[in-house]
Structures are given as C-alpha cells and as structure tokens.
C-alpha cells in the first residue's frame, strides 16, 4: 500500500544545529508539503514542492528550506535551530486537481533545547 | 493566517449523541475539506465539499456549505468513543494553488 513516512519520529537537538526532517511519500503525488503543529495555531504551513525542484515558501518559512530533487522525498531543513522551532512537524502530499486531499505522514516531534 | 476557524473550540458529549462543528472562512474557495486527528497522529482525510455542493454525507457524516455565510459544518451522527479526535476544516481557494489553509480545529470528546 502506498504511504508517507517520517523519520525520525521523535528528535532533540541544540539551539544552533542544523536539523533535517526527512519525509517520504509513495503515492507517486507531485505535490508535497511541510506543516507545523503548535498549540492554539493549529497547522501552519512552511514550505511546499509542486514537483521535482519546485520548491515555495509557505505561511512560516523563515529558518527553514526544503529541496525535491526527486518525487518521493521533500527533507526538511533547520538551518540553526531555535527553541521557538519546537514543535510537531508533518509532512503531507497530494496529486492536486479537484480532489486534492492531503495524505500526512505520522509527524516528527522537535525539542530544541 | 487562518483561513478556517472552527467552532467551538472543544466539545464534550456522550455516546450516541450527535456532534456539530462549525467551520467559518474568508475568502472565495474551490473547495472545503474536513480532516480528523488523533491524538499523536497526523490527519485523515474525512471528506470534500466543492464550492457548486451545499451538502453531502458519507456514513455518519453529514457535511453542510453555505457560501454566502462562508461557513461550513460537520454533523456526526450516533457519536462513538472511537470519534474522540480534534477536527479541522481545510479550505483550497480558487485559483491554481494547491495549498489548503487550516483552521485550529475543535478538539471532541465523546464520553462511553
């Protein structure tokens, strides 16, 4: 069965690391997309590819990039990680058109200390 | 900026009743999407509603649009435990983007 995995699924690391979140999706979608989680925002988007090396900035890019250098993958990047980048992150995709439902990935917890 | 805000913000019933959440909007959609998410878990999509439909169902939910009022809801009928999730509505605007805009979704517990 097709499916969207994350890894890894939980993650500590230092103010000042770079961190990166893989996300890998089998539906073959074209579309991916990077979302985080916090409490009283609900989902806030922070990049999106609409195929390979498309890339967007989203709602709250900032300290954040992503590359799609082929379908399957879309790795998220925290160039320096900071304490207000704690967080729950999920990745997503979807084929795009009339239906375009979102299949999310399990999610990644972040604890930057 | 959120484009969905669903209301309220949590709900509490028992088993067997109905629940009813509420989803407002801002701007010109294509379509309206609600997602339920378990605790620990990411979303799942529940169901699409196009901007030309006012309702649909499938199995226990029953989903209503009202574009004039730019509001959505989402009917749960004969409510199980197993219905304890947060929900969230997802809009996609008109136009070519792909992108869905969340609301904050509204945490539901239903109590054996």
């Known amino acids: 069965d097709a499916e969207i995995t994350q890894s890894p699924r939980h993650k500590i690391t230092e103010t000042g690391r770079q961190v990166t979140l893989a996300c890998h999706q089998t539906w073959n979608h074209n579309n991916m997309f990077w979302y985080r989680q916090d409490l009283g925002h609900g989902l806030r988007l922070i990049h999106y590819s609409y195929g390979v090396q498309d890339t967007n900035k989203g709602e709250v890019s900032d300290g954040y990039s992503v590359s799609r250098s082929n379908t399957e993958d879309l790795p998220l990047t925290l160039e320096s990680a900071a304490s207000s980048q704690t967080s729950v992150y999920f990745c997503?995709?979807?084929?795009?058109?009339?239906?375009?439902?979102?299949?999310f990935g399990p999610g990644t917890r972040l604890t930057v200390l | 900026s959120q484009q969905g805000e669903e209301d309220p913000q949590a709900l509490s019933i028992q088993e067997g009743e109905n629940a009813t959440m509420n989803c407002s909007y801002k701007?010109?959609?294509?379509?309206l999407q609600w997602y339920r998410q378990n605790s620990g878990r990411g979303l799942v999509h529940l169901i699409l509603?196009?901007?030309?439909?006012r309702e649909k169902h499938s199995g226990r939910l029953r989903v209503t649009l009202d574009t004039s009022k730019k509001s959505s809801s989402l009917l749960i009928t004969a409510s199980r435990a197993a219905d304890t999730a947060s929900y969230f509505c997802?809009?996609?605007?008109?136009?070519?983007?792909?992108?869905?805009?969340f609301g904050k979704g509204t945490k539901l517990t239903v109590n054996p």
């Open positions: 997802a809009t996609k605007t008109q136009g070519g983007s792909e992108k869905l805009v």
């Open positions: 701007t010109s959609i294509n379509n």
């Open positions: 509603i196009r901007s030309n439909e």
């Open positions: 997503a995709s979807s084929s795009g058109g009339s239906y375009n439902e979102q299949f």
